[in-house]
């Protein structure tokens, strides 16, 4: 019969892996840390590239300059972790970044779908081609952030900033923008189809070939046509 359980020797893999971080390893790529208990180490710079970190806890960690391009983060618990890394093709879907430091973080590429980002400063992040759908950016500040093609189909982006975001060609088709603010934002060509922006901040917002089919705009200063 197959298990999904690590076996003993995997076990014993991890815990050796587990050590060296402890021990300020900075060079660990592809390394197995699965459902590793790692809350508030101090692992800035590492080199984490390809890991598996699924289910793993790296809530409050110091990760500042931290290499984890591709690695796979599904599940994992980074709640006020400080995430300033690079994160190009991650996998992050369904984890908890509440709060989190992502500012001028390299989110490119990313699966983040479903992933809980409420109250996170993502301020300058690069988020370009990212699929964000059905996350939960709740309060989230993305003042300036690179949100280019990505898909934020059905997410809750209720009260956040995204003042000066760039959000070309993104898709938010029944996301929840009600009180966001949008001002200065460019929205050139997004898909806001049934897109609640109630009462949501939209003075200096670029909207050519906006499609608002369906969407609410109470409380706006849109005028349509």
């Known amino acids: 019969m197959s298990s999904d359980r690590p076996t003993f020797k995997q076990e014993k893999s991890i ?9 300020g390893a900075k060079h660990l790529p592809g390394a197995n840390l699965e459902d590793a208990e790692l809350a508030g180490l101090a692992l800035e710079g590492v080199n984490l590239a390809g890991a598996t970190l699924v289910g793993a806890n790296l809530s409050g960690c110091k990760l500042e300059r931290a290499r984890l391009e591709g690695a796979n983060l599904l599940g994992t618990q980074l709640t006020g972790t400080d995430l300033r890394a690079n994160l190009l093709g991650a996998n992050l879907m369904q ?9 001028g973080s390299n989110l490119r590429g990313a699966n ?19 699929n964000l759908m059905s996350s939960n950016l709740q309060g989230a500040d993305l003042r300036g952030a690179d ?11 209720h009260g956040a900033n995204l003042s000066q975001a760039d959000l070309q060609g993104a898709s938010l088709q029944q996301a929840n923008l009600e009180e966001a603010d949008l ?11 049934g897109t609640n922006l109630l009462c ?24 349509l046509p």
């Open 15 to 23: 815990d050796k892996e587990i050590t060296a971080l402890r021990s």
């Open 95 to 103: 984890a908890d970044l509440t709060s989190a430091d992502l500012r």
């Open 112 to 130: 983040l779908m479903g992933a809980k980002l409420s109250q996170a400063s993502c301020a300058g992040a690069f988020f370009s081609g990212a």
């Open 147 to 157: 949100l280019r093609g990505v898909n934020l189909s059905g997410a809750n982006l």
């Open 183 to 193: 001002r200065g934002a460019n929205l050139t060509g997004a898909n806001l189809t």
């Open 200 to 223: 949501a901040e939209l003075e200096g917002t670029h909207l050519t070939g906006v499609n608002l089919t369906g969407a609410c705009l109470i409380g706006t200063n849109i005028v």
